[in-house]
């Protein structure tokens, strides 16, 4: 193997050549995997960038770093994906991705080294193949996915929504950039070695073609999603162009029939003109006002102004024109005028009526025009004169002319009567001509593009300010003389919104298999390096491996042997090859009594033995089916002992033996189910008692009337059986979470005994006169290990229960006592009544569910409070003992493991009512 001295001498000049080839490349690269970015978005599917950095500093030994960062710094100076808006922020975000590229490479140098030592040099095994490939792409990709989006976020690049899929596409173009560009930038830096020479040949072409069959259908599948989208886009722009262009007909429509009731009737009242325009106005919203401008020449003008003072609604009528503070004055003198004689609607545009607007430039051009034409005309955009506020507006003119004797209008200079004038505003009437049928994220822009000027007309909201980009379709509009420009283009939150994952994902899948297909190739070559070496130690390896299969063998019929459950194995001709000693265990049938017996004959010895042999099937049923693990049955034998059995049929692959019978002891399991089902029969009976009381008073409540005291006494019964209700449901939910839980959640601790007895029987409160309390003091008593919480609701049940079952009062004693068991010292608490008392075999069923000694129901209770207690007492390492006899009493003795001087670092501070009443 070349050593790392002989192929990188460590001059300055190789290391100034190492960063100049590490910069070229990792630029070429870059710009490579930036050319198949999906836009928006600053991630490409595949950066192979990544994977050409972590090796050449695995090759160079780290030396090459440098050249990683400045060829990051200089690809994204360089990239148009950072926007024009971002000029000012450019070098820092670039500064910050080149510090993510870098240090991901650096990671993942380090994480393959530190994983693998120098077996990257070969990648001879799987196991090292998988490991680096995995460590340098999933695991370090992480890195410059994160600081690059962050990079990018801070900066104001992309918006805080986008994050999450820009770092998703970001980390899975390094991922298999690297698991794509490492192999093969390895085997093309360490091609000098004769381990690589035969790799090289076998992954660079076959990975150049693969590479180039998936960029093909990648690129395909991009301009394919480009195209769809181009046609979306084209049929909406398509669909604004037409309804925009419905909308300016029918305004230039309404101004057509206003020009023909000007040339029908001149000189007609300015009541009859209003009458007339209101229709119109109420219908267009977006048309601001409709007016009669009379053509006015500098000789008619004194007789113009009187006229129109007597017949418009402005008494001191005179044409006026604006100074350069924007002020009406009166107007100077010209050769003509324009001048705004009638206009609708008043309000708002009285100040309008007599204005010239032949005076303004832009209006100026449209007259002319309209003149020269003797065609309607429409100016360029304006603020409005009337409009207090900036508005879009647009003034569309259609002259008007004298109708000759023979009953047509003769459009000449000198018949003309002056213009029908609609005052358009175009933001409005653009919003109400597209709004129905716009699409979120799609935004467009209409220019005024007549003769060589371009102006803007109108721009939609969410649009970008200033020129948009490259608009996806253009549709030209005429209005009047002028045309306008629809431009069409979908703006970053459509494309982040509308992504279509079918080229992302033919690239990524594409990518994906070739990365497979090349660490297949890697590992076939390494196999086949390694092949050689291995055939020198074939026969030693076979005759180990010979003596582990024997040894393996010999653990699997111990195994067999020792198995707790039975197997019989059964050979193609249906007899029995094979039983363990177990199946005799079980079923009492010696193995050697039915070796070579025919299957039937252990069919028949086991029906002798069940119970209720007609209820089962014959074993050969259980191999009906073809399937692996055919058939299950229960079998329940009574001699030699009673046992339940489960039976399944197992077919081999074995030659000889292609079939097994399985044994199974599910006696506990039978036993375990039928307990459920005898506690859900006493819960739902112990249920229904008070539901079945709080069902009929409360029947008999709504179906029947009682006076106050009968009502009552019911209402107080139904009050009563729901709380026992309630009880039963708290006791029935404590008693699952602890046998759930299994003391998973106590908190064991030394607990001082005498105050926590104290401590509980204060809160019970219990009356003292009639249930006369004792606590047998006890000096030097040990602690307990114990959960407080849990032992205070020991103590509560018990001690409910030495009231509840002493109802003609008496004495209660506690007593304090300590034994040893098992090399461990216990500390007893007896609670002693003198109440009903019960028999010896009573009191072996206290600690079942729903147990009750009482089964008058004049004793309140659910049966469930001692089976907390010994479930809890057990899990604490203690037990229960009790010992009663009928009429005398009950003595109920809880012991609990005492805790060593260890376990009890300080004893538990006893509050002054607890001693109290523990003296009692």
Known sequence: MTTSAQTQPDTQASTLWLIALTTSTYLVLGRAGLALAIPPGYASPIFPAAGFAIAILLWSGRRAWPGIALGSLLLNLGTGDLGEAARATTMLTALGIAAGTTAQALVAAWLIERATGHAWRTMESTGTIVRILALAGPLACLVSASVGVGTLYLNGLIPLDNTAFTWWNWWVGDTLGVLVALPLSLAWLLRAQPFWHGRLTALWPTMLLALTVIA???????????????????????????????????????????????????????????????????????????????????????????????????????????????????????????????????????????????????????????????????????????????????????????????????????????????????????????????????????????????????????????????????????????????????????????????????????????????????????????????????????????????????????????????????????????????????????????????????????????????????????????KAISATQKLVLVRPREVVLQIVGVRGTAASVDRFVYFRDITHEAEVERLKSEFLAHAAHELRTPMASIYGFSELLMSQEFDAPTRQDLLATIHKQTQWLVDIINELLDLSRIEARRGKDFRIEAVPLAPLVGETVAAMNIDSARWPLSVDPRDKLPPVLADVAKLRQVLTNVLGNAVKYSPAGGAIEIHFATRDSNDKVLVGISVTDHGIGMTPEQATHVGERFYRVDTTGKIPGSGLGMAIVKEIIELLGGQVEIVSAPGVGTAVTLWLPAASAADCPEARPLSPNSLQESRT
Do not use: C
Not at 256 to 261: D, E, N, P, S, V
Not at 369 to 375: I, K, L, M, T
Not at 453 to 473: D, I, L, Y
Not at 487 to 499: C, E, G, I, K
């Open 216 to 626: 093909i259908g990648y690129i395909a599948a991009a301009k394919w999603e480009t195209t769809v989208r181009d046609k979306t886009v084209s049929d909406h722009g398509e669909n604004l162009a037409r309804r925009l262009g419905q909308r300016i007909i029918a305004h230039q429509e309404a101004l057509a029939a206003l020009k023909r009731l000007i040339e029908v009737s001149p000189d007609m009242s300015y009541a009859r003109f209003n009458h007339f325009t209101r229709a119109t106005l109420l219908e267009n919203p977006d048309i601001f006002a409709l007016s009669f401008n009379p053509y006015v020449r500098r000789e008619d003008r004194a007789a113009f102004e009187r006229q129109m003072a007597q017949t418009t609604p402005k008494a001191d009528f005179e044409i006026t024109e604006r100074d350069a503070q924007r002020r009406l004055i009166r107007a100077g003198d010209r050769r003509d005028h324009v001048v705004v004689g009638y206009i609708a609607p008043l309000q708002g545009n009285l100040p309008a009526i007599g204005y010239d607007i032949n005076s303004e430039p832009i209006r100026q051009d449209a007259i002319r025009r309209a003149r020269e034409s003797h065609r309607p005309s429409i100016t360029a955009t304006i603020q409005l004169v009337q409009e207090d506020r900036k508005r879009v507006g647009a003034l569309l003119l259609h002259p008007a002319y004298r109708i000759a004797p023979g009953g047509d209008a003769t459009a000449t200079d000198a018949s003309l009567i002056g213009f029908a004038v609609g005052v358009i505003k175009v933001d409005e009437m653009v919003e109400i001509a597209t709004q129905p049928a716009r699409v979120p994220g799609l935004a467009f822009r209409i220019d005024d593009v007549t003769g060589d000027a371009r102006s803007q007309v109108f721009q939609s909201e969410g649009a970008a300010p200033g020129m948009p980009p490259v608009p996806v379709v253009t549709f030209p509009i005429a209005i009047a003389d002028r045309v306008w420009e629809l431009a069409v283009y979908p703006t970053a939150a459509y494309l982040s919104s509308h992504r279509s994952w079918i080229a992302w994902a033919t690239g990524v899948v594409g990518l994906s298999l070739a990365a497979l297909l090349q660490v297949l190739l890697l590992v076939i070559t390494a196999h086949a390096a390694v092949a050689r070496r291995k055939i020198r130690q074939q026969d030693e390896e076979l005759e180990i491996q010979g003596a582990e299969l024997q040894d393996r063998n010999a653990q699997i019929n111990a195994l067999f042997e020792l198995s707790p459950d039975g197997f019989v194995a059964v050979a193609a001709d249906g007899t029995i090859r094979l039983a363990n000693p177990a199946l005799r265990s079980l079923t009492g049938i010696p193995a050697e009594e039915i070796l070579g017996q025919p299957l039937d004959d252990l069919d028949r010895r086991l029906r002798r033995s069940a119970e209720q042999p007609e209820r089962y099937s014959p074993l050969g049923a259980l191999f009906a089916g073809n």
